[in-house]
């Protein structure tokens, strides 16, 4: 099916487990984000990837890696979880070309680390 | 630090009525969009302004654009139970850029 996918949808882990989040898209859309979702705080921009082999940081990068080896997958790995990183975790991408701002958004990756 | 804000946090309102949420924001932005999240769900992209642009109409949505104030409102007519979401605004600060900023959003209940 054709968008943008998450896996898994749901992930409980344990305190300083490494836990990678599944991000990936069919468009072929350059650009890619991973954003974190907490109350009161909104949408927190992770990384962002405008390319293959192309990654920066956002806001919130700290204990968060990314890879981006092909144009339709960006990985999110958590090298060593802790309690703080419990949150919804959002995929998106964005065509990065023409003029077109909007982002296409994942379903959301449910992340409770105990 | 965000760069937008919303307002209110929460709204309440009888189906058929008129929704308007409003956001502030604190520098210069190059286009502004807002955003809906259903319950559980990821956002979809409703509407974008670019700074250029003073109002910008899609269907039931009308979005008004106040750089001078760094604001911008969001206005549902005719509201359904449907439109019952978190509505958010994001804003791109310079042409080029792909990179949102999201306000904390504005959780809006349409009761029957």
């Known amino acids: 099916d054709a968008g943008i996918t998450q896996s898994p949808r749901y992930k409980i882990t344990e305190t300083g487990r490494q836990v990678t989040l599944m991000c990936h898209q069919t468009w072929s859309h350059s650009y890619m984000f991973w954003y974190r979702q907490d109350l009161g705080h909104g949408l927190r921009l992770i990384y962002y990837?405008?390319?293959?082999?192309?990654?920066d940081k956002g806001e919130v990068p700290d204990g968060y890696v990314v890879s981006r080896s092909k144009t339709e997958n960006f990985p999110l790995t958590l090298e060593s979880a802790t309690r703080s990183q419990t949150s919804v975790y959002f995929c998106?991408?964005?065509?990065?070309?023409?003029?077109?701002?909007?982002?296409?958004f994942g379903p959301g990756t449910r992340l409770t680390v105990t | 630090s965000q760069q937008g804000e919303e307002d209110p946090q929460a709204l309440s309102i009888q189906e058929g009525e008129n929704a308007t949420m409003n956001c502030s924001y604190k520098t210069s932005i190059n286009n502004l969009q807002w955003y809906r999240q259903n319950s559980g769900r990821g956002l979809v992209h409703l509407i974008l302004i670019r700074s250029n642009e003073r109002e910008k109409h899609s269907g039931r949505l009308r979005v008004t654009l106040d750089t001078s104030k760094k604001s911008s409102s969001l206005l549902i007519t005719a509201s359904r139970a449907a439109d019952t979401a978190s509505y958010f605004c994001?804003?791109?600060?310079?042409?080029?850029?792909?990179?949102?900023?999201f306000g904390q959003g504005t959780r809006l209940t349409i009761n029957p």
């Open positions: 998106a991408s964005n065509p990065g070309t023409g003029g077109a701002y909007e982002q296409y």
């Open positions: 994001a804003t791109s600060l310079f042409q080029g850029a792909q990179k949102l900023v």
């Open positions: 990837s405008a390319a293959a082999d192309i990654t």
